[in-house]
């Protein structure tokens, strides 16, 4: 079975990739596989998790590349050179423009850690998106994996879970159950999907 090439964009901790790294272990990913890792930070501890799992990781910062157009340029060389086939962006801040959306369509996969269309879009990221869920009082939120398009957290949803806000929830522990319950599992689902639509769709899997 020739297997879907997945790259995985991400910022920070990198607990997302660590839940698809298992999954391929666990063979719950089974049609995919995590060619690659781009983290817009060379800072990311997720960069550790790739390096512990054998998987290349390259960084690609916009900060440090001066544009949108040159970050953008570097992500898309750094794609080309393994292959990939799909991404996802597992906690990965940094936007990408209409334009290289546009050059990937149903083949970007984002988590969201709200259910949209509640607590997202321009502004709605990490930490704060569940700061803004305990502020406004709601008793249910949860996460969304949905395809990337031109519209921050506008593309079509994928599969979504809800989970509960409880009492005196600190958004760090509603964070924490969000992640628990929700997009560790939530996440590689997708990825398995999408992942075995692309390999069906493949010539030599259709002889
Ligand atoms: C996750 O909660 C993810 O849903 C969120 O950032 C966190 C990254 O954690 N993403 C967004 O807010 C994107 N809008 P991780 O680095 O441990 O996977």
Not at 75 to 83: C, E, F, M, Q, Y
Not at 155 to 173: H, N, R, S, Y
Not at 189 to 206: G, L
Request: charged share 20%; with cysteine.
């Amino acid at each position: 079975m020739v297997k879907t090439k997945i790259a995985v964009l991400v910022s920070g901790g990198g607990t997302n990739l660590q839940a698809l790294l298992d999954a391929q272990r666990e063979g719950i990913l089974t049609d995919g596989e995590i060619v690659l890792v781009i983290a817009s930070n060379p800072e990311a501890y997720a960069l550790t998790r790739a390096a512990q799992a054998g998987v290349p990781g390259v960084v690609c910062s916009r900060k440090e590349l001066g544009s949108q157009e040159a970050f953008e340029e570097a992500i898309s060389r750094a794609l080309a050179d393994h292959g990939a086939e799909l991404l996802i962006l597992a906690g990965f801040m940094s936007i990408l423009s209409a334009d290289f959306t546009s050059r990937w369509p149903r083949r970007i996969l984002n988590v969201h850690p709200s259910l949209i269309p509640a607590f997202c879009g321009k502004g709605f990221y990490g930490l704060k998106v569940h700061e803004a869920a305990l502020a406004y009082g709601v008793k249910v939120t949860g996460a969304t994996v949905h395809f990337v398009n031109e519209v921050p957290d506008g593309g079509e949803i994928l599969l979504q879970k809800a989970v509960e806000v409880l009492p005196g929830d600190t958004p760090e522990d509603l964070q924490r159950r969000v992640m628990e319950q929700a997009e560790w599992n939530l996440l590689p689902q997708a990825a398995q999907m999408v992942a075995e639509e692309i390999r069906r769709e493949k010539p030599n899997e259709r002889l």
